[in-house]
């Protein structure tokens, strides 16, 4: 691990950071949830973590809002693509969501999105050597989920465990023609308006990404 930027941050803060950018972002700029530019932050936040603690930036390249095969036809795109230089099909995808708000009523529809993504990503002709496909969602445990009644409401999030969903495709990968692949669900739980402490569920995926060795 290398971190060039910022020594003095835990892992944890630079793991949170991405998507505390985002949430300031669109808490003061009116429509911001919906701007590219809040987009852009998220994924600019994760390239520099990446570029910073697991990927070695003169071995590997950093490219955002690419399309891939899909299995459905066409093409899918992903946030962040992270591609070896020398070997330029081994390739580590992420995809991002940062929940803000009301989420408990869509918990069922993020959860089939995680599903459905994976298969549109690897149930396709192309298959894949050493590579990994992470999808990361922030969700903090508490978000504001007003009503008409009551503008000021929030909720505690309560995200569905996929565990074993993720441990089932992971079984099909080598069966299916891919070799050495992983597929990784990280929901990363913080406090929205607090100091950054108790940062939970980026470790599992930390723990794939030290260990590339390619």
Same mark, same amino acid.
């Given at each position: 691990?290398?971190?060039?930027? $910022? !020594? ?6 630079? +793991?949170?950071?991405?998507?505390? /950018? ?6 003061? /700029?009116?429509? #911001? ?11 600019? $936040?994760? *390239? ?21 095969? =899909?299995?459905?036809? #066409? ?14 099909? *081994?390739? @580590? ?24 993504? %994976?298969?549109?990503?690897?149930? !396709?002709? *192309? ?7 992470? +999808?990361?969602? +922030? ?14 409401? %929030?909720?505690? %999030? ?5 565990? /074993? ?5 992971? @079984?099909?990968?080598?069966?299916? $023609? @891919?070799?050495? =692949? ?10 929205? !308006?607090?100091?950054? %402490? $108790?940062?939970? #569920? +980026?470790?599992?995926? @930390?723990?794939?990404?030290?260990? *590339?060795?390619?």
């Amino acid at each position: 691990m290398n971190i060039e930027n $910022g !020594g003095s941050m835990d892992l944890s803060e630079l +793991w949170v950071s991405p998507a505390k /950018k985002a949430y300031e972002y669109s808490r003061l /700029k009116k429509g #911001g949830n919906r701007s590219s530019v809040r987009t852009d932050l998220l994924n600019e $936040g994760v *390239i520099q973590l990446l570029r910073s603690a697991y990927f070695d930036p003169e071995k590997w390249s950093f490219e955002r809002e690419i399309k891939l095969p =899909c299995s459905r036809g #066409g093409t899918f795109k992903v946030d962040i693509l992270v591609r070896n230089k020398k070997r330029p099909k *081994i390739i @580590h995808v992420f995809l991002l969501k940062a929940v803000e708000r009301s989420y408990n009523k869509n918990r069922q529809n993020y959860g089939n999105t995680l599903v459905g993504e %994976t298969m549109r990503l690897l149930a !396709g002709d *192309i298959k894949y050597s050493d590579c990994s496909f992470n +999808w990361v969602d +922030w969700i903090p445990r508490e978000v504001p989920s007003p009503t008409e009644k009551n503008p000021n409401r %929030t909720e505690t %999030t309560r995200p569905c465990n996929q565990e /074993k969903e993720r441990i089932l495709l992971q @079984h099909c990968l080598e069966p299916f $023609g @891919h070799s050495n =692949c992983s597929i990784t669900f990280s929901r990363i739980r913080y406090d929205l !308006g607090s100091p950054l %402490t $108790g940062v939970e #569920g +980026w470790q599992s995926l @930390h723990q794939v990404l030290e260990n *590339i060795s390619v």
